[in-house]
């Protein structure tokens, strides 16, 4: 019913840039909180925006009239390969309780 659909990730070489969509599509009455998670292998998933690494170089945003975060990566480096993941906290009705969404996540590469 609700489906949170990631896109953009792919292979970049180090110093480059992706610019990472997640869009929140089927019924659903309105969404509290979007974000990006990120897992690299044997890792912990991470939240992108608590990432010291990260800070000065990632950017998230949010298009609230097409349900939609984004995450700007500048200057990519190897460390941030991981599989990047969209979680959503929403209302699935009107008066109801919120519920938790993940996508499926998109891999990020990025070559040395």
């Known amino acids: 019913q609700v489906q949170l659909v990631e896109s953009g990730g792919g292979l970049v070489q180090a110093g480059g840039s992706l610019r990472l969509s997640c869009v929140a599509s089927g019924s659903f009455f309105s969404i509290l909180t979007m974000a990006w998670y990120r897992q690299a292998p044997g890792k912990q998933r991470e939240l992108v925006a608590n990432?010291?690494?990260?800070?000065g170089r990632f950017t998230i945003s949010m298009d609230n009239a097409r349900n939609t975060v984004y995450l700007q990566m500048n200057n990519l480096r190897p460390e941030d390969t991981a599989v990047y993941y969209c979680?959503?906290?929403?209302?699935?009705?009107?008066?109801?309780?919120?519920?938790?969404?993940w996508g499926q996540g998109t891999q990020v590469t990025v070559s040395s």
């Open positions: 979680y959503a906290n929403l209302w699935v009705v009107r008066g109801g309780p919120t519920f938790q969404y």
């Open positions: 990432a010291d690494s990260v800070k």
